[in-house]
């Protein structure tokens, strides 16, 4: 297989192109460094991309390998002929090889290898020639009959025959794959009642749909409804037309056997065929289901992650509770903990405990200038959201709050990780600074947590372990890379998502910091078990804000240090124009020299060039910034005083495959049905909202009793 050449037809790239990234993989570079620092090989090609054409290289790669590995058995076992091998070589999938590799695979004891014991092989040759035109059955089959193997009459053996030949069409390469190919084209996923009890499976119940047509979501919850056995699910296929198919493939009219391999095509698909073909087309749903789950989870991540922080403000953060008051914690605008402590306010009555816990809040607050305050959204949280909008117009002025996921806020807590951080704290407290430092910089704080307990997926529980962790991961890194992170006050968790670096490196970057102070990048080659390829692919998206080189603070790669001194010299700036700010007319001095001319008197790439244009005009720049702002709520609101038709603005919080569950500050998300997004037809809610989207939505329907908000993104019409 050639593998360069496939890459470049199925993403439309260039060989040369193509060359230059799988060479850049191989060299050990990670995605985030190919995607940012080497835009001249890849044509500028984005992290996305990159990470695609890496996973499908290292699947055709294993394609590759097990292709090898199968030649290899073939030819110990001396079956590998000239047209096994075109077979082999013209395989695309790894269950197109798996085929044809299937009638000489080791099986267990079969119908068909026990008839092979007696020795019936050679009737079932006769059988499968169909090119008998006189004479009997009995006859043909009479000489196999042998009472020592159990032969005991021309029927027994005729049967062994049939056997061999049903084990012999079920393993046809190509008649699987005709028929895989007819189950998914015409199959029908049916689920059915499987005990008298009710459940949140109900729709499921007398449930059907073509296999071409089932969305992923439903695949996922009909095979979770089956798991706990309240689901019977099966797949209805085509019985004639799939028997036609063998017989198309196997019978030849006019012989006395003929009849014989007919009968052998019908148990083929009844026994042998149909089952197999129902578990493949249920797991090929699975594995579809699933990789559209994990694109759905990793895009919510992904803008999740990516959230707007909201910067420069002393913040609250409040982990309600009621029988174990509320936990407390005030960080100052660099997540640093300045305070602590626990309020009783949640409780019916206990007016002295809510005296209190006021005096106690108010006090903080004045005491540390805080003007955010940001409330986990679990138990109490709505007790708690009215007692802290109640004190607002007593706290500094501009003092606002916000309803702040506590998703994976008590996994977290109860870490080792946590345990190392805050080893002073008990768990509730660990949870109250999580909650502010969320609010602060939520991918700073929200990379501490295994991305499964984040709550922004469809069922992720239900996933591969590995492909999920792997995809994730991957948005993780992206995210991390992209804003960059500042040395002096990150965790050895944000730190090892930066490219090169890992858990291991991530620490000792920590230790050293703490010990010996880490003021720039020069200084990370000091740092234990830090070697040139692992600087390499940091440096750039590691920043330090003190250093004495202010291009330690940008995303300028140390490699290109010099390409921007002398691009600075050439436009007439000195390198501390670039820490006071005095480049405004950089760009337009630079287009006026001619950015292609420029480039090739540095020695670099135009893209190279104009990266480093935009880092030296905004130092350090944070993309979370361009974002809409997160929505600070300084009034309270009930799923009482909701009604239809009401105006609201809300933040999407998740994004699913049917619709949008929206924050509108109730404590209760609404949903928007993906019919109610747009007036136009779309696949999938991600191609209008996305997690973090601050949205305008009108109330459907309130149930208060089951707690549910029917939303809409479509203005209602203005009455006639």
């Known amino acids: 297989m050639n593998i360069p050449a496939l890459l470049c037809q199925e993403f439309q790239l260039k060989p040369t192109q193509c060359q230059n990234i799988i060479a850049l993989i191989d060299d050990g570079n990670t995605i985030p460094f190919i995607a940012r620092y080497r835009k001249e090989q890849t044509d500028s090609l984005d992290d996305q991309v990159l990470r695609e054409i890496y996973e499908r290289l290292q699947y055709l790669r294993g394609l590759d390998k097990r292709r090898e590995e199968i030649q290899n058995v073939l030819t110990e076992q001396g079956n590998l002929t000239d047209e096994l091998s075109q077979k082999l070589a013209s395989a695309n999938t790894l269950a197109e090889l798996e085929d044809i590799y299937r009638p000489y695979k080791p099986k267990r004891r079969t119908r068909a290898t026990i008839a092979k014991e ?7 040759l006769q059988l499968m020639m169909q090119n008998l035109k006189t004479g009997s059955l009995d006859d043909l089959a009479s000489p196999f009959i042998n009472e020592e193997k159990d032969v005991l009459s021309a029927q027994d053996a005729l049967q062994g025959a049939r056997d061999i030949l049903a084990e012999q069409m079920s393993d046809d390469a190509d008649v699987r794959k005709a028929l895989r190919e007819l189950a998914f084209r015409t199959g029908v996923i049916e689920s059915r009642k499987a005990k008298d009890e009710d459940s949140v499976y109900s729709m499921y119940y007398e449930f059907s749909q073509e296999v071409r047509t ?12 089956e798991r706990e056995e309240f689901l019977k699910v099966s797949i209805k296929m085509q019985d004639l037309a799939s028997i036609q198919v063998l017989e198309k493939a196997f019978v030849r009219d006019g012989s006395i056997t003929t009849a014989q391999v007919r009968i052998c095509a019908q148990d083929a698909w009844t026994r042998l065929i149909q089952p197999s073909i129902e578990r493949e087309v249920r797991a090929e749903l699975t594995e579809k289901a699933s990789t559209s789950a994990i694109h759905v989870f990793g895009k919510n991540l992904h803008q999740l992650l990516m959230a707007p922080p909201v910067k420069g403000r002393v913040t609250l953060g409040v982990d309600p509770g009621f029988r174990t008051g509320c936990k407390l914690a005030v960080v100052d605008e660099n997540g640093k903990v300045l305070d602590t402590g626990v309020g009783h306010f949640t409780l019916p009555g206990m007016d002295a405990a809510k005296a ?48 702040v996921s506590e998703a994976g806020a008590s996994v977290y807590s109860a870490s080792k990780l946590a345990a190392e951080e805050f080893p002073q704290f008990d768990v509730s407290l660990r949870s109250a600074v999580s909650i502010a430092r969320r609010m602060q910089d939520p991918l700073a ?28 991961g991957g948005v993780v890194e992206a995210c991390v890379n992209s804003v960059g992170v500042e040395v002096s006050t990150a965790s050895a968790a944000l730190l090892s998502h930066v490219a090169g670096i890992g858990p291991s ?28 390829k692992a600087f390499e692919q940091c ?22 240090y010099d390409a921007a001194k002398a691009l600075l010299d050439t436009l007439g700036y000195k390198l501390e124009d670039v820490r006071l700010g005095k480049l405004q007319d950089l760009q337009k001095r630079a287009e006026e020299k001619g950015i292609a001319a420029i480039a090739d008197q540095l020695g670099v790439g135009e893209p190279t060039l104009k990266d480093i244009l935009r880092e030296l005009q905004k130092p350090g720049r944070d993309p979370r910034d361009d974002l809409p ?27 699913i495959d049917f619709g949008a569950f929206v924050d509108i500050g109730v404590h209760q998300d609404g949903l928007v049905h993906i019919s109610r997004m747009v007036n136009r037809f779309i696949k999938h809610p991600s191609e209008v909202v996305k997690v973090g989207d601050v949205v305008k939505v009108w109330v459907v329907e309130v149930d208060v009793k089951r707690m549910r908000i029917a939303l809409t993104m479509l203005p209602p019409k203005a009455p006639a």
């Open 118 to 124: 007696k020795g019936l092989e050679p009737l079932a």
């Open 214 to 225: 089932i969305p992923g979501h439903r695949v996922l919850a009909i095979n979770r409804g």
């Open 356 to 403: 209190r816990a006021k005096q106690e809040i108010l006090q903080m607050c004045h005491k540390h200038g805080v003007t955010a305050i940001a409330i986990g959204n679990g138990t109490a949280s709505r007790e708690a959201e009215q007692f802290i909008a109640s004190l607002l117009p007593e706290l500094p002025k501009g003092t606002a709050y916000m309803i």
């Open 445 to 472: 704080e929200l990379v501490k947590i295994d991305p499964k307990a984040i709550g922004v997926g469809q069922y992720q529980h239900d996933l591969k372990e590995s492909q999920l962790e792997e995809a994730l």
């Open 505 to 532: 490196l991530a620490k000792n970057i920590v230790a050293f910091r703490d010990e010996n102070g880490l003021l720039s990048r020069a200084q990370l080659k000091k740092v234990s078990k830090l070697g040139p």
């Open 539 to 560: 440096a750039g998206f590691l920043r330090f804000r003190d250093s004495k080189n202010v291009l330690d603070a940008t995303a300028v790669h140390p490699e290109s």
């Open 629 to 655: 702002k997160p929505i600070l709520r300084t009034d309270v609101l009930d799923i009482k005083d909701i009604q239809p038709g009401m105006e609201l603005m809300g933040t999407v919080r998740n994004v």
